[in-house]
């Protein structure tokens, strides 16, 4: 997994299915750790100044940074621009006061 690729994901016992971007560094991502960063893809705007859009559909949700389980991972749905990601990490940045 890699910062910017945009993957499904299911946590064990709940029936709903998430898409999340991984937002944590490839440093993190790339460790034996079995978890990393990510925020929540919603499919309407969250009226919310700290979500980035990314198409007419899609927002990326600026206030849903959560740990993720690798394993609950289930399949790669594609990943970001550069521009986008810029966004999103302006966004956590306010968000966190960084």
Do not use: C, H
Request: zero cysteines.
């Amino acid at each position: 997994m890699k910062r910017g690729e945009i993957w499904s994901y299911v946590p064990q016992g709940s029936p709903r299915k998430r898409t999340v971007l991984i937002v944590s560094a490839n440093g993190v991502n790339d460790s034996t750790r079995r978890w990393f960063y990510a925020v929540e893809i919603v499919d309407s705007d969250p009226q919310d100044i700290l979500s980035v859009r990314m198409s007419t559909q899609s927002w990326i949700s600026g206030t849903s940074l959560t740990r993720v389980l690798r394993d609950w991972l289930t399949e790669p749905v594609g990943s970001v621009s550069e521009d986008i990601m810029d966004a999103v990490a302006a966004a956590l940045r306010a968000a966190l006061s960084l």
